[in-house]
């Protein structure tokens, strides 16, 4: 017997689970596991790199899905002598399948925010995908061999959220063996008892603003106000008669200065954008130093590094760069007076999200107003001192984007600018 840590809804551990049902390997799920307090224990860490799903029997130790499968399957599931098939259907749903069914898929589910380029980007790989899978699914019943592998879990698992989330009828119709392929693999009776019974899309779902406020935690009640601020004033307008003359509209109070009770900025941050545009990173660093900051700058301006508390959830880097792009459009009236670069971290799976921020004032930003706090909650923020040793060093690793450094202990992985 063996022990399965992971959290509810992992479609990762379900392939595990679909595994160990065919195979009658005797699973224990761990149902103490607290996701984001178990994997973050020392002993979970130093074990299983605080990777979930994780996996245990007292002489191994495990921390990867298709590892896991492998071990707690059988000759069937491994796929016999083409258990090497097996193996590469598998890299082929987590390398190809998964990361478009996240940028489409995901934002559906409150996940990630979505972005209309990775979208159309998706749907063109899937199909891509589909049409090579209907061709091959055409002369047999199961991806590899006569009946169902841990090929088909994997694959199919994997494609589950399309299925009942975007893959519309319509969209569906040019993909018969492959339709054919999954109902068939998810209805077989160690599947169905781990997942429940699947209920195709019959209208592609939406992005909710609602629903990735509250899943990502970001926000505050403000995003899910104003969507639905906006459908009001729509479907208003939508049932208003034309009236022969509107009246003037009433003059609105000014906003209020966010930056109200600062002295008049003294940094002229168009030009410093301009410098790191125009100009390779050493010269802009050393410019940074020697023409940007001054005792004055320091009194009014701040350096700030924030770091993302949710990384353990991060898995791909597309993923956590759309967060970052996502935080920056949100916080576009910011930019007259900040800068940042905010770095991506790792590889697939074991990722972060680090950036450091210069600004105007001695404080966070992001509270001065409203439009701003969207998503600075979901980072922990440290703020620097100007002359403190260390701090010539991560401004040069964070605007030269040095693939040498590390960031938070983990590689560069890739980076944006907000400017």
Partial sequence: MGKLYTYPDNFRADKIKAVAAISGYKLEVASDYVHGVTNKT???????????????????????????????????????AKAHDVLCWSGFADSTLLP??????WPTLGVIAPNKQHVSEAKESLKKAFTFMNGYLATCTFLVGERITYADIAVALTLKSGYEQVFTPEWRKAYPHVNRWFLTTV????????????????????????KFAEVSGKANKNAAKKEAKKEAK??????EPKAAAAPAPAKEDKPADPWEGLAKPCVDMDSWKRFYSNNDE????EHFWNNVI??????????????????????????ASNLIGGMFQRIEKLRKHAFASCVVGGVPN??????????????LAFPRSPDWQIDYEVYDWQKLEWDAPEVKDMVAKYWMWDEKAQFAGKPFNQAKIYK
């Avoid at 209805?187 to 609602?210: C, R, S, T, W």
């Avoid at 050493?282 to 660093?285: A, E, H, R, Y």
């Fill in 234 to 239: 729509k479907e208003a307008k939508k049932a």
């Fill in 42 to 80: 020392p002993e979970f860490e130093s074990k299983f790199f605080g990777k979930v799903p994780a996996f245990e029997d007292g002489s191994t130790a495990l921390c990867n899905d298709t590892a896991i499968a492998h071990f707690v399957g059988n000759d069937q599931t491994r796929g016999g």
């Fill in 187 to 210: 209805n077989q009776p160690a599947v169905a008892g781990v997942i429940g019974e699947v209920k195709l899309a019959v209208k592609e779902a939406q992005f909710d603003a609602k």
């Fill in 294 to 319: 001054t005792d004055e700058v320091k009194k009014e301006y701040s350096l700030w590094v924030g770091t993302y508390k949710y990384a353990d959830e991060l898995t791909q880097p597309f993923m």
């Fill in 100 to 105: 478009a069914i996240a940028q489409w898929v």
């Fill in 282 to 285: 050493d010269k802009s660093v």
């Fill in 350 to 363: 074991d990722l972060n999200i680090t950036g450091l921020w210069f600004w105007r004032g001695q404080t």
